[in-house]
């Protein structure tokens, strides 16, 4: 069983930066690659960014790339998501996920269906 509590959203003007954090319990976090997902009001589910499980291959969606900066460290159990300038589209809740344990140490996915644990969100609010 993973457990995640996502950590650092908030309210930010346009063109702001934000610094998500999701801290993970148990020993297989270093397993797991991990993935940020968003739900925007009225929207269904999308995919934000992933991670492999040692950090060596990043993802993202088009619709943040450039912007967006995913990372872990498995020291700490903990993924981070480094968003700049924010737009009032990236308004949503953020959840953090983590993927199934794996031996690969290069392997991403974009599809929620992939993750076993979700996290309970974070509001990020970016005003205009």
């Known amino acids: 069983q993973v457990q995640l509590v996502e950590s650092g959203g908030g309210l930010v003007q346009d063109g702001g930066s934000l610094r998500l954090s999701c801290a993970a319990s148990?020993?297989?976090?270093?397993?797991?690659?991990m993935g940020w997902f968003r739900r925007a009001p009225g929207k269904e589910r999308e995919f934000v960014a992933a991670?492999?499980?040692?950090?060596?291959?990043?993802n993202y969606a088009d619709s943040v790339k450039g912007r967006v900066a995913i990372s872990r460290d498995n020291a700490k159990n903990t993924v981070y998501l480094q968003m700049n300038s924010l737009k009032p589209e990236d308004t949503a809740v953020y959840y953090c996920a983590a993927d199934q344990i794996m031996m690969s140490a290069l392997v991403t996915s974009s599809s929620p269906a992939s993750y076993d644990y979700w996290g309970q969100g974070t509001q990020v609010t970016v005003s205009s």
């Open positions: 148990g020993r297989t976090f270093s397993s797991r690659a």
């Open positions: 991670i492999s499980r040692t950090g060596g291959r990043t």
